[in-house]
Nanobody, 117 residues
């Protein structure tokens, strides 16, 4: 079993920055992919950014150029640096890890990010 602990959410003004962290612990070997999803109020959960293996990344179009994902494999931790935040970035952000290319996968409990205008 894998546990995920997220931190770094909060309230920020439009144009500000936040950095999310997610540390994985438990029965961990090598983690295939780590990423962040978000779920705005009343909407579905969608991919924000994902990093696979040593560094291949993919981002949702609406965060390209503003957000950056990185991971520290020694610490089993993934980060999401969020810059130039907009009110529409307000959502619960969920950490996601995938142990191999075919699973299993685990979710964090979510951290609230609120961007005020």
């Amino acid at each position: 079993q894998v546990q995920l602990v997220e931190s770094g959410g909060g309230l920020v003004q439009s144009g500000g920055s936040l950095r999310l962290s997610c540390a994985a612990s438990g029965s961990i070997g090598r983690i295939y992919a780590m990423g962040w999803y978000r779920q705005p109020p009343g909407k579905q959960r969608d991919l924000v950014a994902r990093i696979i293996g040593g560094g291949m990344t993919n981002y949702a179009d609406y965060v390209k150029g503003r957000f950056a994902i990185s991971r520290d494999n020694a610490k089993n931790t993934v980060y999401l640096q969020m810059n130039s935040l907009k009110p529409e970035d307000t959502a619960v952000y969920y950490c996601h890890v995938q142990m191999t290319s075919i699973g299993p996968e685990y979710w964090g409990q979510g951290t609230q990010v609120t961007v005020s205008s």
